[in-house]
Every structure is written in C-alpha cells, then in structure tokens.
C-alpha cells in the first residue's frame, strides 16, 4: 500500500493564490487518478477536483489540480482566495482495491 | 437531488457489534457502487469498503484495519446500503459516511453517523 502526504496546514490572504501538495510515497502518482475534496466545518465532504485536473459542475475555475511525475506529488491550486474556501482538503487515489486519503490541509484564510 | 441517510450509530462496547444503514435516493441505487468511509474526531478521512452493483456480483473491498470484522452489504429492492460491524475497538470510534461512487469514488456523501466504542 501508499500512503499520501500533506502539509498538515497552509495560510494566505484573501485575493492570493495558494497550492497544497500531495506526494505519493510510492508507485507512480500518474498511475492512478487523484481526487481532491473539501471539507468545511461541520460539513460532509465534496468534490473540487477529480481524474487529477477536471472540475465537477460548480466548482469555481479558480480550483485546478495537477500532477508532477518528477516529484511523484499532485497539487491543488486556489487562486482569489475567498474567506470560504477555509476548510480542510483531502487528496485520495487508489490502487488495484484500495482507496487511500492523504491526512489533508487545513487551509485558513486570513 | 442525491440523497444519502445514514443511520445506526450509537454507543456499543467494546467487542460488541453494530449495523449501520444507508438509505439512498435520487438516483439509481442499482447500478452504483457504494463506499463507507469514517472520520475520528479532528482526524482525517479513511476508507473503510466498497461495494459494487450487481452487474459487478456485488463484489466487496476492504480497508485492512476492518477486513475480517466489518461486512458491507446492499438491499436494492429498498435502495439501502448496510455496514456489519463486528468487534468494535475503541479505534473505531468515528463518524461513518456512505458516499456513492459516480465521477469519483467518493461523489456524494451522507451527513455520517457517529458511532462510539466504549472500554
């Protein structure tokens, strides 16, 4: 099995743009696609990026994803940051039967 | 408008056993794959199983800290989802969510249901 690992926290202003990162510890990060969900307070989980860059539908294009083989890591940008994108972000991805979650990022925006 | 109800949790002790259910709708409950996934207090998410359809023999998948104790199973006559959870540990304390497989594995979530082991 792998494991995915995040910053335990990232902080940014209104208006900036911040990218958290999700390292695949081993096999190959363009193996299998990567999801990215969010997590507000007190909320159930939702999906902001999934097949590593795609959008569901009212998803906001200031959230992309992407993946980068060399350093076998996957990222999660949020551009204009908004006082309600503060909450907690999950990476997953997945192997033959397992589905694994990064230990997610708690994103404040202050 | 996808729904997913979760229900079933309570406090149970220690080696006890719990079911939780997942009553779904809005959607064609047949044909999707189903997760369970649980969150400990201030913790992170961890997939616990899958379910698959029927045209897939409803084949099953397990998180190894639960393989060999929790049974996932479905009804699609009553569009319910079900998770057996069999000798609990006090590690399996949590908030249990059923999510429903489409875009991703995890493309709609339920409000979760807290279950509680006890020493």
């Known amino acids: 099995n792998f494991m995915l690992t995040q910053p335990h926290s990232v902080s940014e202003s209104p208006g900036k743009t911040v990218t958290i990162s999700c390292t695949r510890s081993s096999g190959s990060i363009a193996s299998n696609y990567v999801q990215w969900y969010q997590q507000r307070p007190g909320s159930s989980p939702t999906t902001v990026i999934y097949?590593?860059?795609?959008?569901p539908s009212g998803v906001p294009d200031r959230f992309s994803g992407s993946i980068d083989s060399s350093s076998n890591s996957a990222s999660l940008t949020i551009s204009g940051l908004k006082t309600e994108d503060e909450a907690d972000y999950y990476c997953q991805s997945y192997d033959s039967t397992n589905r694994v979650f990064g230990g997610g990022t708690q994103l404040t925006v202050l | 408008e996808v729904q997913l109800v979760e229900s079933g949790g309570g406090l149970v002790q220690s080696g006890g056993s719990l079911k939780l259910s997942c009553a779904a709708s809005g959607f064609t409950f047949s044909g999707s794959a189903m997760h369970w996934v649980r969150q400990a207090s201030g913790k992170g998410l961890e997939w616990v199983g899958r379910i698959s359809s029927k045209p897939n023999n409803y084949a099953t998948d397990y998180a190894a800290s639960v393989k060999g104790r929790f049974t996932i199973s479905r009804d699609d006559s009553k569009n319910t989802a079900y998770l057996q959870m069999n000798s609990l540990k006090t590690e399996d304390t949590a908030v249990y969510y059923c999510t429903r497989e489409g875009l991703t594995d995890f493309d709609y979530w339920g409000q979760g249901t807290l279950v509680t082991v006890s020493s």
């Open positions: 097949e590593d860059y795609r959008r």
